[in-house]
């Protein structure tokens, strides 16, 4: 064809016709959004439920008013009484001469004045009377109605103020009573009298104060610069304003797009919330139960349920003895229990029966406070790291769709073909194993048990939540030297129950929280089963709080039975049934595979600080060691060594010593043979007082 033949085309163009006229909100819709928005409409008129509050305060005011009206004349009266009192009795020149030591001088004036005053009230009496009389006769009741009436509210208006407000002063102090419910203005000076605002600064109410539960809760703004978060740390100034119990103020700074940094929630109980029975946990009328929601924990002071999360974290109990640790404990295992795919690891170093139960359905588990238990559960700790360090590798493996990030899913945790299911492993007493100094031989070097312990906590508190790990540990010693600061920084959620200062209070729930007003020292030793809880996430109930009071449910000893023969049940009906509760107890085992049995019993004859020294020294053919370079090899304060050394019957004196730059200097130090003879005396001891016990 030819080129004059070609004929150039228009373009082909692909479109949607798109009407963009945008749609016109109707008039009802305007007139509502208006109604919303606008700052001249009442908050009370654009809420349900705080225009059905306002309906009942108002239909409360009107069926008090009698009785509000005539304690207001009663108290006018008595204040015009004390007024004419003072007048009639020329108080006020009577002072002022005492104050000027002048009063006998000043005596006939103030005794005429009053004289004077006494006629004057006589003939203004006479005359009222008078007046009223005349006033009866000429226009009848109607007369003394009307006097009566004006007197009433005058009167009224005289005794309007209450106790403790300006211009009257209590004369029998009286209780004081929460009435800030009904009177804003009592809840502004609760506030200055706390010093959280002002003598010139005010509140603003941005919601009026709401019936809920057994309680009343208002909503506040700050003044501007003032802060919640300062709200919450003087609670107990607040409660004390407000003449109740700080156990009966829940105070909470409001957050997200209704909040800022200066508005507060508060919560106000009739009594104290935590003086009734607990409740039973709810977890004993389930069938069952999925480990990735949140267990049912508690109720707070507003008896909202707590809900606490436990996949993808961590949680520490702390306690002193007797206040439900264990119960809490218990409450966090039961929601696994219940989950049949679930794999259970039990330590329970108190020695006693309150988790046996939990041997029905634990892949291990194991009771007792003896060395050798401690060397268990570092068999146990040691298989649970390369169990992680397994999960990792076949999820890189696993395409995104079934594995989107390194994380286990809920899919994965029940695929049987990927063996990830989630893993708990509670530690009851988890001081035992950490105090624990039976010397162990890691890569070379000789640790103490409790610090292997301490080592692999940690390690699989940072990298085990990925990969479906649970760590639950709970003490009743949380202190510093018990627990490593290194282990308590990476434990995710925390609930600290009564202890005995702030200080271990701290030790549990983070550093500072005591400044911010969450302190578990001030519980009340009658209040067992209530803790501060700090979640690592949403705990229902706290919302976006930082920590909040909460009640555990009460799960005694025949419940926490039933609920482990429940989950007995469904793993043997879903064949998940493996380890200790299917019959194969493999925690010595596997601790000796770890350890190696000679190294365990060799080891554990000697004490700290010998066992290192002996295990530092082995393979050494020095004929002198230096005493610098065994402190610093041991960690160990150098005056506790040489004391340890004399116990041992080592001599330190002076030897030459070739240094790094070929110099031969004179220090101190031990010889090796002495030395060897020591451990050698150390060992044989042991071993027959070991002998003896045995026999």
């Not at 006629?119 to 009496?125: F, N, S, Y």
């Not at 060799?602 to 004490?607: D, E, G």
């Amino acid at each position: 064809m030819a080129d004059d033949a070609l004929v150039k085309a228009d373009p082909i163009l692909d479109g949607e016709l798109v009407d963009d006229t945008l749609p016109q909100p109707r008039p009802r819709k305007r007139a509502a959004s208006w109604w919303l928005r606008s700052r001249w409409v009442p908050e009370w008129l654009k809420d349900r439920n705080q225009a059905r509050q306002a309906a009942k305060d108002f239909v409360a005011g009107v069926v008090r008013s009698p009785f509000r009206c005539l304690g207001a004349v009663v108290r006018g009266l008595v204040a015009a009484a004390r007024w004419w009192r003072a007048w009639v009795t020329v108080r006020d020149f009577r002072e002022a001469a005492e104050q000027s030591e002048k009063l006998a001088d000043k005596f006939a004036d103030i005794r005429a004045l009053t004289l004077f005053r006494w006629k004057v009230t006589g003939a203004v009496v006479a005359g009222a009377a008078a007046v009223t009389l005349m006033a009866d006769l000429v226009y009848g009741t109607v007369a003394l109605w009307v006097v009566g009436g004006v007197l009433a509210v005058a009167l009224a208006v005289l005794g309007r103020q209450r106790e403790g407000r300006p211009g009257r002063k209590a004369v029998l102090a009286g209780p004081r009573t929460l009435r800030w419910t009904m009177d804003p203005q009592v809840l502004v000076d609760a506030f200055r009298d706390a010093k959280l605002v002002g003598k010139d600064e005010t509140l603003r109410l941005v919601e009026r104060a709401t019936r809920m539960g057994d309680g009343w809760a208002i909503t506040v703004d700050l003044p501007a610069t003032r802060k919640a978060a300062d709200v919450i740390k003087n609670r107990e100034a607040l409660a004390s304003a407000l003449a109740v119990d700080e156990v009966q103020l829940i105070v909470e700074r409001v957050r997200g797009n209704g909040g800022h940094a200066g508005r507060v929630a508060m919560w106000v109980a009739d009594e104290d919330p935590y003086a009734s029975a607990p409740r039973r946990t709810p977890l004993l009328d389930a069938a069952r139960w999925d480990a990735w929601r949140p267990v049912p924990f508690g109720r707070d002071a507003r008896d909202r349920r707590v809900d606490l999360p436990l996949v993808w974290t961590s949680l520490l109990v702390g306690a002193i003895p007797r206040q439900g640790k264990t119960f809490a404990a218990r409450l966090a295992a039961a929601g696994l229990v219940l989950d049949p795919f679930t794999r259970l690891y039990v330590a329970d170093f108190k020695a006693g029966k309150d988790w046996d139960a939990a041997g029905r359905v634990a892949h291990r588990f194991m009771s007792g406070d003896e060395p050798e238990h401690v060397l268990a559960l570092v068999g146990w700790l040691v298989e649970l790291v390369g169990e992680v360090q397994g999960r990792f590798r076949r999820m890189r493996e696993l395409d995104d769709e079934t594995c989107p990030e390194s994380k286990v899913t809920p899919a994965m945790s029940r695929d049987r073909a990927l063996d990830m299911p989630i893993t708990a492993i509670f530690v009851d007493e988890v001081q035992v194993p950490l105090e624990d100094r039976t010397p162990v031989k890691v890569d070379g070097k000789t640790l103490t048990a409790g610090e292997y312990v301490g080592e692999l906590l940690t390690w699989l508190a940072k990298k085990g939540p990925a990969a479906g790990i649970v760590l639950v540990l709970a003490t009743q010693r949380p202190d510093s030297k018990t627990i490593p600061s290194g282990l308590r920084a990476v434990l995710g959620s925390r609930f600290a129950l009564r202890v005995m200062d702030w200080r271990d209070s701290n030790i549990v729930l983070g550093e500072q929280m005591n400044t911010r007003g969450y302190d578990s020292s001030r519980l009340l030793a009658s209040h067992k089963g209530v803790g501060i809880l700090r979640p690592d996430g949403d705990a229902q109930a706290g919302g976006d709080v930082l920590a909040l009071t909460v009640r555990t449910y009460y799960m005694p000893n025949e419940d926490w039975q039933t609920i482990c023969r429940r989950g007995r049940e469904l793993r043997e009906a879903e064949g998940t049934l493996t380890g200790h509760a299917a019959g194969t107890d493999l925690a010595l085992e596997n601790t000796l595979k770890v350890l190696g049995q000679a190294e365990a019993e060799t080891s554990a004859v000697l004490p700290e600080p010998l066992a290192s020294l002996a295990g530092y020294l082995d393979g050494d053919e020095r004929e002198f060691i230096p005493t610098a370079e065994l402190v610093e090899a041991l960690a160990v304060d150098a005056k506790e060594f040489a004391q340890l050394m004399a116990d041992l019957c080592c001599q330190g004196r002076r030897g030459r010593v070739a240094g790094e730059d070929g110099r031969v200097r004179q220090v101190r130090g031990y010889l090796r043979a002495e030395i060897s003879a020591s451990i050698d005396r150390e060992r044989t001891r042991a071993g027959e007082v070991r002998g003896g016990t045995a026999s």
